[in-house]
């Protein structure tokens, strides 16, 4: 593999400073959207600082975007570790925030602080995300008494998508609205500095943004919040499964990957790959040396050492 170069910046572009706390919560005072996207790996990170978004999120996403379970629950806390770290490694700019995974923060505020110091301190992010109200609000605000900083997540919380009666749009009932803008509220009196919310009606956020102080990024929530967040694989086309209704794709990548891959494959089977420019040389005299080592007797009687040879000066 290529040694890793440094993350990008487009060219002419002038070095963009590490987005910070006060910056969110001045963007959505001035009205500018605020653009957050997943990434689980170098790569991807690397396209997300290429293309200046403001937030980066290790989705636990990455349970079924990257690692093939058909749910977000199994992942756990050395997997969010590892890819957040990698992460961490291809990004400059945006803000990047980890996932806690299900499991690692319900338990008592001591589990919640003790995961979610462990992910700033071994992964560099500058965040941690939690999903749901109730017990998760307690578990918010030991967080960011602890010192890190804390994205609330409601509606849709695939953690627990079972229990909300599976993947789809929550608050389309007056109570169930109520619920979400208690829980919002609550996250947001916590200390959280963001909160996402989850495919929830376009109207219903519409009507809760008012009371919101911190910055709401939504994904299927409509237009109406601060910032708009996408899973990486969703839009760019290289999730093969099932997409919500709110997944726009801006790009195909995985049939540009099949083609590549197959391209890849028929040149093998071919032999027109590798090709002369792909091929390293030898110096003539050495490559004759060098057969003439292969011919000699011992060679085949299993009793050679180059050391033995005479390799001339
Ligand atoms: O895990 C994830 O990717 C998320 C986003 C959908 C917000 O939580």
Not at 58 to 87: C, H, K, Q
Not at 142 to 150: M, S
Not at 204 to 218: N, Q, R
Request: net charge negative; aromatic share 6%; hydrophobic share 40%.
């Amino acid at each position: 593999m290529s040694k890793h170069p440094e993350p990008e910046r487009p060219q002419g572009a002038p070095q963009r400073k590490p987005v910070t706390l006060p910056q969110l919560a001045e963007m959505k005072r001035s009205g500018q959207p605020i653009v957050m996207v997943t990434a689980y790996d170098y790569p991807s990170a690397q396209v997300a600082e290429e293309a200046g978004v403001d937030i980066v999120l290790v989705g636990d996403s990455a349970a079924m975007t990257v690692l093939g379970y058909d749910s977000t629950v199994p992942v756990g806390m050395d997997e969010m570790v590892m890819l957040s770290a990698a992460v961490r490694r291809g990004l400059r700019t945006p803000l990047l925030v980890t996932d806690m995974p299900f499991g690692s923060y319900e338990r008592s505020n001591e589990q919640a602080v003790e995961n979610a110091q462990r992910l700033v301190k071994e992964t560099g992010c500058d965040a941690v995300k939690i999903e749901r109200g109730g017990a998760s609000v307690d578990r918010a605000r030991a967080i960011v008494r602890a010192g890190v900083p804390v994205m609330g997540h409601v509606g849709l919380t695939p953690q627990t998508a079972t229990a909300l009666g599976g993947f789809k749009a929550q608050g389309k009932t007056a109570e169930r609205a109520a619920q979400i803008a208690e829980e919002a509220l609550a996250l947001q009196a916590a200390g959280c500095f963001a909160i996402v919310f989850e495919a929830v009606p376009a109207a219903i956020t519409e009507a809760l943004m008012p009371h919101m102080e911190v910055p709401v990024i939504g994904i299927g929530a409509g237009a109406s919040t601060d910032g708009q967040v996408l899973v990486f694989h969703d839009l760019l086309g290289i999730f093969g499964g099932h997409t919500a209704k709110f997944v726009k794709r801006f790009a195909d990548v995985r049939a540009e990957m099949v083609r590549g891959v197959s391209a890849y494959a028929d040149e093998v089977r071919a032999g027109t790959f590798p090709g002369p420019e792909h091929i390293y040389s030898v110096d003539p005299a050495e490559l004759s040396q060098f057969r003439e080592w292969l011919d000699q007797e011992s060679l085949s009687s299993g009793t050679f050492s180059h050391a033995d040879w005479d390799w001339g000066p």
